[in-house]
């Protein structure tokens, strides 16, 4: 039986935000509504890039009472998944292609009573979880190339997260479908309309002229007008 109709979440990253004013803009993406936050981790190796660490959670855990999520893009992420943990991540997203022995990778999250994401590259197929997905909170579709933001979105991978919306449905999975890459008033309804309920939005949400507020006020416009939801 399919799963009902699921929230949506506007989640902004912070990859696109004004770092000397982090805590403000964490604050202020609450205030206009913000579901969650999304803290992108970059290592340099797994992604062409590097960002920040475990402190910037623990140093804007002050400024709101929304979910943190951690996304991990690094390699071997394992011994540093309980720092991210005590820094005040609510949910840890971890790739599938970084980690050999995934499912005691989820555990570990689980056992630090976090909610657990796995997320896959555009490259990755979906068998990539089709064995461990009954045991996390959250998948995510990167619909770029991970490593840096204000990427075009990848159209191409619309099918697949439709794939993996069947997939949840068919096993009656109460799992929510998190898309990364992209995200702007063009590209929200199709990746909404595919499937997606949590959407991860920087630039669209950070280096709009018009303020946080009304960049994400202008996404759930946008959401409601092409799809037809609200």
């Not at 803009?25 to 475990?54: K, S």
């Not at 951690?70 to 394992?78: D, K, Q, T, V």
């Not at 005590?86 to 997203?93: L, P, T």
């Amino acid at each position: 039986m399919p799963t009902p109709t699921r929230d949506i979440e506007i989640v902004p990253s912070i990859l696109s935000a004004d770092f000397a004013r982090l805590g403000e803009q964490v604050r202020e993406a609450e205030a206009a509504g913000a579901d969650r936050i999304q803290v992108d981790v970059m290592d340099g190796r797994f992604v062409p890039n590097i960002t920040i660490g475990w402190p910037v959670i623990e140093a804007i855990r002050p400024y709101c009472s929304i979910p943190i999520e951690a996304h991990l893009m690094i390699s071997h992420p394992e011994p540093y998944i309980a720092e991210f943990a005590r820094a005040g991540a609510d949910y840890i997203i971890v790739h599938a292609e970084t980690c050999p022995h995934l499912h005691r990778t989820i555990q570990q999250i689980r056992d630090l009573g976090k909610g657990v994401g796995v997320a896959l590259n555009p490259s990755t197929p979906l068998v990539a979880l089709e064995e461990v997905v009954e045991y996390i909170d959250l998948a995510l579709v990167m619909t770029v190339n991970p490593g840096f933001g204000g990427q075009d979105f990848i159209y191409s991978m619309l099918p697949k997260l439709r794939r993996l919306r069947a997939l949840l449905d068919e096993r009656d999975l109460d799992v929510d479908i998190e898309v990364d890459g992209g995200i702007g008033l063009d590209t929200i309804a199709a990746a909404v309309d595919a499937g997606a309920n949590l959407l991860v939005a920087g630039s669209a949400v950070y280096g709009r002229p018009e303020g946080v507020a009304e960049a994400i006020r202008g996404l759930r416009d946008a959401i409601e007008v092409g799809t037809g939801r609200s």
